[in-house]
């Protein structure tokens, strides 16, 4: 499968929309270290994200097999019933936040630099997510699922999107541990592909509060 690359060169975030988005009120002096922060950490970031397109070969009853890498998951199967192709894909913050913020031993400064990381990771998500409705499916609705966001897709598959991807370390400093966890831990894998009805896994999340949900819950 040929895979391509996205990488952002830095990242702006205001203060304003920091503070809102993190639901933080703060005094004078720590607004101006946050700030501080803030404008190291946006020309030190480059986030990044590997992603392409794979065609669906086989469908089984809880399984798939794209590009010779069989998903297992009957969410999964059920969701592509009508598609014939996937757009694997993992995204990151990137190592260099990675190494920032590894450097910062104030607890609270760590807590807004983990946001920062995930505020990266958004970005090239948003960036991606544009680039594959427009190189692929420019004239359906986007759908997408990630791997261990709901208990019908685990976190071990992570592997076989890993699988389809090739040398994702090499391309984009991701790597998986032997949990299945990702380094940097602000990194996001998973599928794009288009349906008759719009799909999120944050449409099933119990995770109200989560500063990453994309979609309301249902029901």
Avoid at 163 to 168: A, Q
Wanted: hydrophobic letters at 35%.
């Amino acid at each position: 499968m040929k895979t391509e690359r996205l990488e952002l060169p830095g990242i702006e975030i205001s203060l304003e929309d920091f503070l809102k988005s993190m639901k933080l009120e703060l005094e004078e002096e720590d607004q101006e270290t946050l700030q501080d922060m803030l404008t190291e950490a946006g020309k030190l970031a480059r986030p990044k994200a590997i992603y392409g397109m794979a065609p669906i070969e086989e469908k089984g009853e809880d399984y798939i097999v794209a590009d010779g890498i069989r998903l297992t998951s009957e969410r999964v199967r059920r969701n592509v019933d009508k598609v014939n192709r996937i757009v694997p894909y993992v995204a990151t913050c990137g190592t260099e936040l990675e190494q920032w913020a590894e450097r910062i031993t104030d607890p609270l400064e760590a807590y807004w630099a983990d946001g920062i990381m995930l505020r990266s990771l958004m970005e090239i998500r948003k960036v991606l997510r544009e680039t594959v409705k427009s190189k692929y499916f420019p004239a359906g609705d986007l759908s997408f699922m990630s791997p261990g966001s709901l208990p019908e897709w685990p976190l071990k598959e992570q592997e076989a999107v890993f699988g389809l991807l090739g040398d994702v370390a090499g391309e984009i400093g991701v790597r998986l541990t032997d949990s299945y966890l990702m380094i940097p831990r602000k990194s996001g894998s998973g599928i794009f592909f288009s349906a008759q009805t719009h799909y999120e896994d944050c449409q099933y999340c119990e995770r109200l509060d989560c500063p990453g949900r994309r979609a309301k819950k249902l029901g």
